[in-house]
């Protein structure tokens, strides 16, 4: 593969990762009920309302979930999956069932991964700035408190001092890597897409 095809699948799968982390926001902030005022919350929604403004006409939410953002993730991790086995000469027509399968594996990671970074910062922020009203510090916490939630029920008073982010990190990392890692494995992901797990 020539060093060209390289550049331009380093520059497609970042690009197009990066919006997709963005559609996958707008997901989650919905789910955990995220304050739509604060400013990032407004840019994700700019950022991601040309594309699902028409999607939202044909596909409504249920129970809360907001499906035409969930699937506008699914389709443009599908279409990077696809242009990067295409770019490095593999034939895709045989595989869209399983592409559509490694997407939607994908996407569950990424997912994770967003639930998991967001602890890290919101257990940074705890020590450095507990009481930030920083925008991007509220919705960090606003994204980690639904998760935490059932770990702070369940785990004993310890005197102030919150545990919850261990277990949620344990239980994060348990599913990323031993459920999806082997549905990635057991449905035939290629290596090449392995950037996207």
């Known amino acids: 593969m020539s060093g060209f095809a390289e550049a331009l699948i380093y520059v497609i799968q970042t690009l197009g990762s990066l919006y997709l982390l963005i559609v996958l926001l707008r997901f989650i902030l919905q789910l955990v009920r ?5 400013p990032l919350s407004q840019f994700i929604v700019r950022a991601t309302q040309p594309l699902l403004r028409p999607m939202r006409r044909v596909i ?20 990077l999956m696809v242009v990067t086995l295409v770019l490095m000469g593999y034939g895709v027509g045989g595989y869209l069932l399983q592409l559509l399968v490694w997407s939607i594996i994908a996407v569950t990671s990424l997912f994770l991964k967003v639930f998991f970074f967001a ?50 990190f344990i239980a994060i990392n348990l599913i990323d890597r031993f459920v999806l890692g082997n549905l990635a494995v057991m449905t035939g992901m290629p290596r090449i897409l392995s950037p996207f797990l």
């Open 34 to 38: 995220a304050d739509f005022y604060n």
């Open 60 to 79: 409504p939410s249920f129970a809360g979930l907001d499906l035409s953002s969930l699937l506008l993730a699914v389709l443009i991790q599908l279409l």
């Open 119 to 168: 602890l890290i910062v919101s257990v940074i922020l705890s020590w450095v700035a507990p009481s930030s009203y920083n925008p991007a510090a509220q919705l960090v916490n606003q994204i980690c408190e639904p998760l935490l939630a059932p770990f702070r029920r369940i785990l004993p008073n310890l005197g102030g001092l919150d545990i919850s982010p261990i277990f949620a």
